[in-house]
T-cell receptor, first 115, second 118 residues
Framework: EAQVTQNPRYLITVTGKKLTVTCSQNMNHEYMSWYRQDPGLGLRQIYYSMNVEVTDKGDVPEGYKVSRKEKRNFPLILESPSPNQTSLYFC??????????????FGPGTRLTVL | AQSVAQPEDQVNVAEGNPLTVKCTYSVSGNPYLFWYVQYPNRGLQFLLKYITGDNLVKGSYGFEAEFNKSQTSFHLKKPSALVSDSALYFCAVRDSRAGGTSYGKLTFGQGTILTVHP
């Protein structure tokens, strides 16, 4: 089954404790992206990657890191989480053939709480 | 910088009536426009998109959207609403122009909660 998977689905942590949220897709997509969803603010793009070893900042990259060492994986790293990073996080991927007009496939989301 | 506005936080319609969820956008070049839907406790699902060509695009579950370049709008419509259409709807835009600082970015609106009453 074609899908985007995220782990963990739920995480409660404390301020300053480094964490990683994994994202993996099995569709051989070039483009991958991370978003956070907050009430009243919609989805905001954190980072995106157009291919292996290529990453770019989205609209809210502060406090986050990403890496793209393999095509299928795009982990999101919070080196020192803070309470304002409490949010619902989504990973997504899309094919790049033909350009950027292709729809994204979203993972199920990771609900993160930073105390 | 590109942006999307969904002017209505909530839209309420009766089942069987037509529905419209509004979206306006701003990009430097020509837009790629998307609508996604989020059901409770679920991820986002793609509904439809405008890339080029016919201004009226049709998508999943009977939804359609009309691209209006002069009004920079991409409103989502459905002729007859169902209770099962109740969900959170997001409009998104991407700049099709290669090489710009926003190339690759996808910008979402804040979302519109659609409630269809029986």
């Amino acid at each position: 089954e074609a899908q985007v998977t995220q782990n963990p689905r739920y995480l409660i942590t404390v301020t300053g404790k480094k964490l990683t949220v994994t994202c993996s897709q099995n569709m051989n997509h070039e483009y991958m992206s991370w978003y956070r969803q907050d009430p009243g603010l919609g989805l905001r793009q954190i980072y995106y990657s157009m291919n292996v070893e290529v990453t770019d900042k989205g609209d809210v990259p502060e406090g986050y890191k990403v890496s793209r060492k393999e095509k299928r994986n795009f982990p999101l790293i919070l080196e020192s989480p803070s309470p304002n990073q409490t949010s619902l996080y989504f990973c997504a991927s899309s094919i790049l053939a033909g350009g950027l007009g292709n729809e994204q496939f979203f993972g199920p989301g990771t609900r993160l709480t930073v105390l | 910088a590109q942006s999307v506005a969904q002017p209505e936080d909530q839209v309420n319609v009766a089942e069987g009536n037509p529905l419209t969820v509004k979206c306006t956008y701003s990009v430097s070049g020509n837009p790629y426009l998307f609508w996604y839907v989020q059901y409770p406790n679920r991820g986002l699902q793609f509904l439809l998109k405008y890339i080029t060509g016919d201004n009226l695009v049709k998508g999943s579950y009977g939804f359609e959207a009309e691209f209006n370049k002069s009004q920079t709008s991409f409103h989502l419509k459905k002729p007859s609403a169902l209770v099962s259409d109740s969900a959170l709807y997001f409009c998104a835009v991407r700049d099709s122009r290669a090489g710009g600082t926003s190339y690759g970015k996808l910008t979402f609106g804040q979302g519109t909660i659609l409630t269809v009453h029986p």
